[in-house]
Nanobody, 123 residues
Framework: VQLQASGGGLVQPGGSLRLSCAAS????????MGWFRQAPGKEREFVAG????????SYANFAKGRFTISRDNGKMAVYLQMNTLKSDDTAVYYC?????????????????WGQGTQVTVSS
């Protein structure tokens, strides 16, 4: 499975971005998907996850109410809509595949990773 994240960039505080992650290979509709982020000098952390059929989603506390994860199995893609961005959201954002049946917020539970896309929130 290969993952290609895109959509990052420079945005002012309070702004919005929509990240995309395109998958190739494997059986996308059978995978749970997640978004993670890593800021300089910090560990990679969970942002959001979505189940195979989009029936279930999970968010980190900092993402609740501001970020929305979604997916399109026909397009083999997962998205992260980020609103009301703050400087603390500055990080490299990664999408990841989890082949096991349930959602997880642990980096070790994900099997494949994309290369990441940089999000910088600054005025």
């Amino acid at each position: 499975v290969q993952l290609q994240a895109s959509g990052g960039g420079l945005v002012q505080p309070g702004g919005s971005l929509r990240l995309s992650c395109a998958a190739s290979g494997g059986s996308f509709s059978s995978y749970n998907m997640g978004w993670f982020r890593q800021a300089p000098g910090k560990e990679r952390e969970f942002v959001a996850g979505i189940s195979r059929s989009s029936a279930s989603t999970s968010y980190a506390n900092f993402a609740k109410g501001r970020f929305t994860i979604s997916r399109d199995n026909g397009k083999m893609a997962v998205y992260l809509q980020m609103n009301t961005l703050k400087s603390d959201d500055t990080a490299v954002y990664y999408c990841a595949v989890r082949r096991y049946y349930n959602l997880s917020n642990s980096t070790g539970a994900y099997d494949y990773w994309g290369q990441g896309t940089q999000v910088t929130v600054s005025s």
